[in-house]
Every structure is written in C-alpha cells, then in structure tokens.
C-alpha cells in the first residue's frame, strides 16, 4: 500500500495525548471513502477527488453520505 501524504501530515501541529493518532484514523477513513467514491471519468486520483470535494458542495456530500 502506498502512502499518501496529501493532508500535510509533516507539519501537523498535533501532537499532544492521542490526537495524533486519532487524526491519522480520521485521514485513513477519510482516504477510503475518497477510494470507494466513483466518478463518471476513468481516472480520476485521490488528489483530484479532495480537490473536487473541496470545490463541488454536491461532490463532498456524496463523499461524506454516499448517495
């Protein structure tokens, strides 16, 4: 499996208790959801889809709830 270290995950601030590996749960999860999202274009990478989800209130919904 190949990482991604597309959050900034470097110069994350976080670093006191459990919050560090809470986030990295939270990145994981969020990773998948983007993988699992389908798009209408054959290929389409993880950083395209944050991009989109960040732009497309509709798209992020779709990556968040499903549809």
């Known amino acids: 499996m190949r990482l991604v270290n597309e959050a900034g995950e470097d110069t ?14 939270l990145r994981k999860i969020a990773l998948a959801r983007l993988r699992t ?16 989800a960040a732009i497309n209130l509709e798209f ?4 968040l709830f499903g549809k």
């Open 12 to 25: 994350s601030q976080v670093r006191k208790n459990n919050a560090p590996e809470n986030l990295n749960i």
């Open 37 to 52: 999202t389908t798009v209408s274009e054959k290929r389409f990478s993880a950083k395209r889809k944050i991009f989109k």
């Open 60 to 63: 992020l919904y779709s990556v």
